[in-house]
């Protein structure tokens, strides 16, 4: 058993060698270390000539945005592998196949999407998905319910809730995400240009007794198993592909949350594209691609839900009681808040986004920024009373009009 310690390039390489049925017996292999995010080492390796390979990702013992200081758990890989194996089983082709997990490196050996390209990018390049709303409304449709007591036996879920604690990983989110942003943290980080907005978080009342009761709810739902770090930065596309990769963040947590991850970084790169897109027209065209891509992600999603619920749901009761329209109207203000919370996290938080931050003209990117602090507090403070996924898109694009008219 080999003890942990961060892999070479030279090591990862004969480990994906040892794959079966991957590369050719003997054949040139190269690596090329690919990890931009905050948590991991990740090596794509391929074989001269063959385009797609593998990919080995490795947790390390921090965060690497903050150094050693910050210590992580090396278990964080397991419930990863173990969150990737399910929703590849219950939402097959659009989850990365994982071919190993060695638990004593703290490693996954994965496959390779070098031919797709990370959402965020693609949407910051002014790309479309047309296909992307069907595809995530069926991811979160599938792994949510079959995750919760609607789909899945109550005792068999309260047992694979156990191995879904991640306490490290959901106090990462419950500190930038529910408190951060409305104190005077160290950890926040933002432009001073914005400091009069940021201290505005920090003295509305109103504001911080409606996080407060999605922060409750993060803490104490235990709805379904959730991915827990759901942006376009973990998703995978083409015009006809959406693979969902990283769900480090994994447990057992309120549905809306990962709902409202997917809404909030729509709005995210919505609101980046007022400094990106100079021409008037083609911004309209492509805000209102953006705004309709959230409708529809919740159609999908809340159509897709609702079939499985009249197949699968395994609670006699439940199922006839007429409580799934209750259910799926407390779901929607959840995806409400949760979307406005993530929101604000990114613009005052550690971990900023590339949409907003990649805009070259200084104005224009703190222009942005208040932009998308200005939907995420509105989303917040109106989810409780939210009764249609329009007012959402209303939201934002009345937002958008007086923060940049």
Request: with cysteine; net charge negative; aromatic share 8%.
């Amino acid at each position: 058993m080999s003890a942990y310690h961060p892999l070479t390039e030279a090591e990862a390489i004969e480990r994906a060698r040892a794959v079966p049925g991957v590369f050719a017996p003997g054949a040139e292999l190269t690596s090329r270390e690919i990890g931009d995010g905050n948590l991991n080492l990740v090596f794509h390796i391929q074989e001269a000539g063959r385009g797609k390979g593998l990919i080995l990702k490795q947790a390390l013992p921090y965060a690497k945005v903050v150094g050693e200081s910050w210590p992580l758990t090396l278990d964080r890989a397991r419930i990863e592998s173990e969150a990737l194996i399910i929703q590849g089983r219950l939402a097959p082709g659009l989850a990365p196949k994982v071919y190993a997990f060695e638990p004593e490196l703290a490693l996954t050996i994965m496959e390779d999407l070098s031919d797709h390209v990370i959402m965020r990018r693609g949407l910051i390049e002014g790309n479309t998905y047309p296909l992307f709303p069907g595809h995530i409304g069926e991811f979160l449709a599938r792994t949510l319910f079959f995750t919760s007591d609607f789909g899945m036996n109550q005792q068999d879920k309260k047992l694979q809730t156990g191995r879904f604690i991640n306490p490290e990983l959901c106090k990462i989110t419950e500190d930038l995400i529910f408190d951060d942003p409305y104190t005077k943290s160290p950890n926040n980080n933002y432009d001073p240009a914005i400091e009069a907005e940021a201290a505005a978080l920090r003295e509305d009342a109103e504001l911080h007794a409606e996080v407060a009761r999605l922060r409750y709810g993060f803490l104490t739902k235990g709805q379904a198993l959730l991915h827990g770090d759901l942006h376009t930065g973990s998703i995978f596309v083409t015009k006809t592909s959406t693979k969902v990769i990283d769900p480090e963040f994994a447990y057992y947590g309120p549905m809306g949350f990962d709902i409202g991850a997917v809404m909030a970084n729509l709005l995210l790169n919505a609101a980046a594209q007022g400094g990106r897109m100079s021409d008037a027209a083609a911004l309209a065209d492509f805000r209102a691609y953006l705004l309709d891509t959230v409708v529809q992600v919740w159609a999908e999603f809340e159509t897709r839900f609702r079939a499985l619920w009249a197949e699968h749901a395994v609670d006699r009761l439940l199922r006839e009681s007429g409580y799934l329209n209750v259910f799926l109207a407390e779901l929607l203000q959840d995806t409400f808040g949760y979307a406005g919370c993530k929101m604000v996290r990114r613009i005052v938080g550690l971990a900023h986004v590339a949409d907003i931050d990649g805009i070259p003209d200084e104005a224009l990117r703190n222009r942005a920024r208040r932009v998308a602090l200005a939907v995420g507090t509105t989303l917040i403070k109106q989810h409780r009373t939210a009764a249609s996924i329009e007012e959402m898109r209303a939201i934002a694009a009345r937002e958008f009009a007086a923060k940049e008219g």
